[in-house]
């Protein structure tokens, strides 16, 4: 029936057709709905059925927990607030998180997915998936507080300028959610950081609390650099019920989504290892090594539990596009992300967190990474091959 | 013997291997010599239509040296001389008259002969066109003496003929061909931890290499690359073990009989097996003594379903197929959401899919590419089944980007497309691979010579 309707559809948005102009849309929409019965022309006839949607999905899939969770975090910390967590269902606490959720990840899709439709119409090519994940990712490593004109601003600028410019899925230097999260970043710092952008802050119909402007929330990060111990124990930390960007606080959740994509064999073991080896071990020099600041002294392991740096790690470092793509490679890149998270939170007053600026930093030194590599091949078959002259 | 062991790799459990039974055509109502068999050489046509051959005279030659010439393996008359556009030669078709007379002249093999003299007969009797040059992966011209020859005694390919099976009976064929093959020069023979014993195997005659790992370790280019590698100014030769038997066989008896043993199989076969049958003969001849369980949804393939060629019923097979294979098209299929589906029948590598939990059980695939063609996105999906100290993906951009100093740099004189052939099953990006080391190594060719 499905095959039916598309194959009664396909004359208007074919060459020629009155949406014509849609033909990239019709075709994302068919290829999703049915499963492309072209057979191969050349080379291997038989192929594994591993393709980009279902890697796409799996992320997305592997996203959930930590969404989830989130949302029922933006409930837990409005109810908090405003003193009434006793009497509040779970399940109140969730929807009310589920509410503020929902238009954030619409916008971020009808903006995002708008420009990717738009440019493979123009480029006569197929829809990538890619953006699946994108437009999930960014509004879960933004604040709640975020407006979305801004959401909107920063997925437009990101799938313009840090992907669709060079060339789309595939070819981006940079991780296009971290452009999002960098452009807000740099562009609204007030809206980014501080201590009243953790908190939603409106009631929405019977569900949520609304609270005074000028509340505020500090994040753990933020109370450490602020010079002051926050008063988070290790178990809220793993659990997540703490303040701070929506996807990012629970390591439960962050944990069942490493494993979907470790087991699936979708993220590399090597890179999220290597994060965590390299900022547990930054860390644990500045414990060691007497700086005397609230933050150099704060545990390596909480240090790895806070913040980004988990969600990084998993979710950010690994995404292969455009972390460094030769296996030995793979160990540097994740070793030097891990260093550089925990030396700008340690050392950069400025910055409470480390972990955007620091996959971003890598993302450019991927290639460079690469280029070793790739080149220490070459040495060895230019060696073996003047050997055997 | 030295073994060589490979962890990377991928067995793909197909349905409808060929069980051991073999059947022998009786000779076919006609035969050709198609242009498979002259890949990489530019043809030049010697007889006309309505000419009579025997076995063993010359159809066509060389262009540019004018050494190598495919024969006749029927005698009879030439039927006709495919032509395709701008004239490109496609086949040489004739009508076999039912006697396999040979012609009178053809130069004989000696154990004690000379490296060139033995290359000489090889080429003016048609059987050196069963050999390929690496680099390149094309057939050999006749003008330098390679440096090695190679054999790969195995073939993990999925539903590639088993030779040890074929072999039987002919094991003594087998032995004088690598003779006559050491006259030329090093032979090396890569054989897999089972076929250690063989009686076939004589660590006299070659060098013999144990290769201990999941396909493609059976590929010739895979053994090359970890005996001795192929650089640009080198020329190896290649050459499939029962090729090494007809080789033999002539030597032996003096008769070029170009009777292979080929696995007819997949499961779109009513009974995949073995197959007694001339080379170079037609498809539709090998159907009517093993046919199809259906015909229409069909692919029918001339090799084995990750290297093999697309054919049909009207088409010969090459004087070097070693099987024919027969799955489902998959034009008719029509999944919706597919790539949300558990999927447990179907084969991946991936365990996004559920199909690890029947690991072993042999599956049946049709020839859908089961996705859109995208950018490469995953990282070292190629480097896991390529047991080679070359880095895929980086030869493969540098092919796809024209840098031919990269690509040079990289190892693509080591390479031949069907090396890539399981990276082309396993990648997601639904790259067409082979085709891209083929124009790779053509390119490459162009500029060097």
């Avoid at chain 1, 806070?306 to 793979?330: I, Q």
């Avoid at chain 1, 620091?358 to 790739?374: C, Q, S």
């Avoid at chain 2, 030769?237 to 002539?250: K, R």
């Avoid at chain 2, 070097?320 to 991946?348: M, Q, Y």
């Amino acid at each position: 029936m499905i095959k039916e309707l598309f194959d009664k559809l396909r004359p208007h948005f074919s060459e020629g057709g009155k949406l014509s102009c849609f033909h990239s849309v019709y075709e994302g929409f068919e290829s999703f709905a049915l499963v492309s019965n072209e057979t191969s022309k050349t080379g291997a006839n038989i192929h594994d059925c591993i393709d980009s949607k279902r890697i796409m999905s799996v992320v997305v899939i592997a996203l959930l927990p930590a969404l989830l969770f989130g949302m029922y975090n933006i409930g837990y910390q409005n109810a908090l607030v405003a003193g009434k967590l006793a009497e509040t269902s779970w399940f109140s606490l969730w929807l009310y998180g589920c509410l503020v959720m929902l238009p954030k990840i619409i916008v971020s899709y009808l903006v995002g997915l708008g420009i990717e439709f738009t440019v493979a119409q123009w480029r006569k090519e197929e829809i990538n998936e890619g953006y699946l994940v994108t437009g999930l990712l960014i509004p879960m490593i933004l604040p709640v507080g975020t407006p979305l004109w801004m959401l909107a601003l920063a997925v437009a600028f990101s799938v313009i300028f840090a992907k669709e410019i060079f060339g789309g899925t595939g070819m981006n230097i940079f991780n296009p959610a971290l452009v999002a999260r960098a452009f807000l970043f740099f562009s609204y710092p007030t809206k980014m950081s501080g201590n009243e952008v953790w908190l939603a802050k409106d009631a929405i119909a019977n569900w949520g609390y609304a609270l005074p402007n000028g509340t505020t929330m500090a994040t753990p990060l933020g109370e450490l650099a602020a010079k002051t111990q926050p008063d988070t124990s290790i178990c809220d930390m793993v659990v997540g019920l703490i303040p701070g960007s929506v996807g990012e606080t629970s390591v439960i959740a962050i944990l069942i989504g490493a494993v979907i994509l470790l087991w699936t064999g979708i993220a590399s073991w090597k890179t999220m290892l290597s994060v965590f080896v390299g900022g547990g071990l930054t860390a644990w020099l500045f414990n060691i090594g007497g700086l005397d600041t609230v933050v150099a002294q704060t545990p390596w392991y909480e240090h790895l539990l806070l913040g980004g740096f988990c969600f990084g790690a998993v979710f950010m470092a690994t995404d292969p596009v455009t972390s460094a793509r030769t296996e030995s490679g793979k160990y540097f890149y994740g070793f030097f992300i891990g260093v550089l998270a925990i030396l700008i939170r340690v050392l950069n007053p400025g910055y409470p967190e480390g972990m955007m600026l620091a996959i971003l930093f890598m993302n450019m030194f991927a290639p460079l990474i690469d280029y070793i590599v790739v080149d220490r091949n070459i040495k060895r078959r230019q060696k073996r091959t003047l050997s055997n002259q | 013997m030295k073994v060589f062991k490979t962890k990377r790799g991928l067995n793909i459990p197909l349905s409808g291997i060929a069980s051991e039974k073999i059947t022998t055509a009786s000779l076919p109502k006609l035969w050709a010599l198609t242009e498979a068999n002259w890949q990489g050489l530019q043809p030049k046509i010697l007889v006309h239509e309505g000419d009579v051959v025997f076995v063993g005279t010359p159809l066509v030659t060389d262009k540019k040296n004018g050494i190598v010439v495919g024969t006749s393996a029927v005698s009879g008359v030439v039927k006709e001389i495919r032509r395709g556009e701008r004239r490109k030669l496609l086949a040489v078709i004739i009508e076999p008259d039912g006697k396999r007379e040979q012609v009178a002249d053809l130069p004989t093999l000696s154990v004690n002969a000379s490296p060139e003299a033995t290359a000489k007969a090889l080429c003016q009797t048609g059987l050196g066109l069963l050999f390929h040059r690496r680099p390149y992966d094309i057939c050999i011209d006749g003008t330098r003496i390679p440096r090695d020859i190679f054999v790969s005694c195995f073939n993990l390919m999925p539903l590639a003929a088993d030779f040890d099976f074929v072999i039987k009976g002919k094991e003594h064929d087998f032995e004088t061909g690598i003779r006559i093959l050491k006259n030329i020069a090093p032979v090396h023979l890569g054989i897999r931890p089972t076929q250690t014993n063989a009686e076939w195997i004589s660590e006299e005659d070659a060098d013999i290499n144990i290769f201990d790992g999941p396909n493609p370790s059976g590929n010739v280019g895979v053994q090359i690359h970890h005996i001795a590698p192929t650089g640009k100014n080198d020329e190896v030769w290649t050459i499939d073990p029962a090729g090494v038997c007809l080789i033999g066989a002539y030597a032996l008896t003096g008769k070029l009989n170009w009777e292979r043993t080929i696995a007819v199989a997949g499961d779109k076969v009513t009974e995949p097996s073995y197959l007694r049958i001339l080379a170079g003969s037609p498809i539709s001849e090998i159907l009517a003594n093993i046919p199809l369980k259906e015909t229409e949804d069909v692919r029918i393939i001339d090799g084995n379903p990750l290297t093999g060629t697309h054919t049909d019923v009207d088409a010969f097979t090459a004087l070097r197929t070693t099987e024919v294979c027969a799955i489902a098209e998959g034009h008719n299929k029509h999944e919706v959401l597919g790539w949300i589906l558990p999927r447990f029948k179907d084969f991946s590598v991936s365990r996004s899919y559920f199909s690890w939990l029947q690991k072993s059980k042999a599956k049946s695939l049709d020839c859908r590419i089961k996705g859109g063609k995208r950018q490469m996105i995953m990282s070292g999906e190629y480097d896991r089944v390529l047991p080679m100290d070359v880095l895929g993906e980086f030869l493969i951009k540098a092919i796809i980007t024209g840098d031919i100093d990269k690509q040079e740099a990289l190892g693509i004189y080591e390479v031949a497309p069907e090396d890539f052939a399981v990276a082309e099953f396993v990648d997601s990006s639904k790259l067409e691979l082979q085709r891209v080391i083929r124009e790779g190594l053509d390119i490459l060719r162009k500029e060097n010579e």
